[in-house]
């Protein structure tokens, strides 16, 4: 069998022809034929290399000029030449080693039915809702269309969004009418319920199924309509969410919970105070959510009966398949967990989560840190919660308090992620059989937080990862064709 051997991507198809002739005057022995063509191919290839990262230049820097960020780190990767690994097995619930293509897929849908299998009968809602909501405006739906973002993965139609903003208000006026016929019967089309899984790997083995994340592709039509009760539901949302939940609030973010949690370090430092913090993470939260319960809390939460009916029959007989690197598996129901990638589920689970803390009773306890006459003992991006405390048995209360209240929902913590770092004395704790690590430093949404306080570490870390970015980048900056 002939050996294939994999071609520089700037070898043009003149240098290609060349290469082979200069192959066939190898295996004839003719060696001055050979030897001349040799010349001859390597003066063409350096040529086309010389062109080729000269386009490439080009384009980069007409990108970065333009200031289109996507297409510039694009071409870097591009030209970089960046490794993307690929699964080439994945094991099974035994610890055995799967590497047949029908095997990896059986295993793929095995472990996500496994998370999102119905654990309850749904709840029968066949009564009349009394009090609708508005209509749909046909500004809304032109809102909503416009404000999806673009460049993204299509669902199982393979329809873009983009092409529906090219048609403008005729896409509008089509939209509108679907839109509108949802809104007043509460049922969505079954293919709008259809969703494509891709598991995105997470940190440890990538031989098992449970260190992957399963993010939703949805029919970008659906995501018109989605907006539309997005929209509806901020208003009870904002009212709802404390100042501590910042995950997916407008005006808020990952950094306002740096500066948070830096700012009380440095508080109870200046007062000379112990601090006791615990990191929990929780184990497949957004797959976990019960869709009766997410309704009752709804409820409770004064959303109205038109919302929580619509969203109801839009979880109500969802199916979904998981796209692996060797095919996708077959449909399959969902009975519980919020789409990783539907417009809603941020909304839906902070709610979720809401009402796990007002149960914990988090605001009226007096465990916690006192700054400024407030008591502050936990913040939340989404499901990622931080409890702070005094002392060793106050956080230990919190957290037993967390964790009874997030399993009556059916949200369990992660024992083996969830640390505990102290800058004061700490025993070892152990909680359902399972000892919590206690770590001196934890990185807290991409930035290091240490016991101590000490925001050097964090900066020779930055350092660090600057550095080490610059190094992948040594093949363009060394090549002679240099970027500049």
């Not at 080729?52 to 071409?75: A, C």
């Not at 035994?94 to 009968?121: C, F, P, S, V, W």
């Not at 992957?212 to 970008?220: G, K, N, P």
């Not at 409820?299 to 998981?322: F, S, W």
């Amino acid at each position: 069998m002939e050996k294939k051997c994999k071609k520089a991507k700037w070898l043009s198809g003149q240098a290609l022809q060349i290469a082979v002739k200069r192959r066939e005057a190898k295996s004839k022995g003719e060696k001055e034929r050979y030897k001349h063509l040799n010349a001859e191919f390597q003066r063409i290839a350096r040529r086309d290399k010389k062109a080729f990262f000269s386009d490439q230049r080009k384009e980069i820097e007409e990108n970065n000029r333009m200031g289109k960020t996507r297409d510039l780190f694009k071409k870097i990767r591009d030209t970089k030449g960046t490794f993307h690994a690929k699964m080439g097995s994945i094991k099974d619930r035994n610890g055995m080693d799967l590497t047949e293509a029908e095997d990896i897929k059986k295993r793929g849908q095995e472990y996500t039915e496994l998370y999102k299998k119905d654990l309850h009968d749904p709840d029968n809602h066949d009564g009349v809702i009394t009090d609708l909501e508005p209509d749909i405006l046909e500004c809304e739906v032109k809102w909503a269309l416009g404000s999806i973002t673009t460049n993204k993965a299509s669902g199982g139609d393979g329809i873009p969004v983009e092409l529906f903003q090219i048609l403008k208000d005729n896409a509008v006026k089509v939209l509108h009418s679907i839109c509108q016929q949802i809104w007043k019967t509460q049922q969505w089309p079954q293919d709008w319920k259809r969703s494509v899984f891709i598991p995105i790997p997470k940190k440890g083995n990538a031989k098992e199924c449970s260190n992957y994340r399963t993010i939703a592709l949805i029919s970008h039509t659906s995501k018109v309509m989605l907006k539309i009760p997005q929209a509806r539901l901020q208003q009870y949302v904002n009212r709802e969410l404390p100042h501590v939940q910042a995950g997916f609030r407008k005006g808020r973010g990952t950094r306002d919970q740096i500066a948070s949690i830096r700012g009380i370090m440095k508080k109870a430092r200046e007062f000379q105070k112990n601090i006791y913090f615990c990191f929990i993470d929780y184990a497949k939260a957004f797959d976990c959510v019960d869709h009766n319960k997410l309704w009752r809390i709804l409820k409770e939460m004064g959303i109205p009966d038109h919302l929580i009916c619509l969203l109801r029959n839009l979880y109500a007989g969802q199916e979904a398949t998981v796209r692996t690197g060797h095919g996708t598996t077959d449909w399959f129901q969902i009975g519980k967990g919020v789409r990783q990638g539907c417009i809603l589920s941020l909304c839906l689970f902070n709610l979720y989560t809401e009402y796990i803390m007002r149960n914990a009773g988090l605001e009226e306890t007096q465990a916690g840190i006192k700054i400024a006459g407030r008591n502050i003992n936990h913040l939340r991006y989404a499901d990622d919660t931080t409890l702070m405390a005094e002392s060793e048995e106050e956080l230990k209360s919190l957290l037993m308090k967390v964790k009874q209240e997030s399993e009556k929902v059916g949200i369990k913590l992660n024992i083996q992620k969830t640390k505990i770092m102290a800058s004061g004395p700490i025993t070892s704790w152990e909680i359902d059989g399972e000892t919590v690590e206690t770590v001196s430093d934890f990185i807290f949404w991409c930035s290091k937080i240490t016991a101590d306080g000490d925001c050097s570490h964090e900066i020779k870390r930055r350092l660090l990862l600057e550095r080490k970015v610059m190094t992948n980048l040594d093949s363009i900056f060394k090549s002679q064709q240099r970027f500049v």
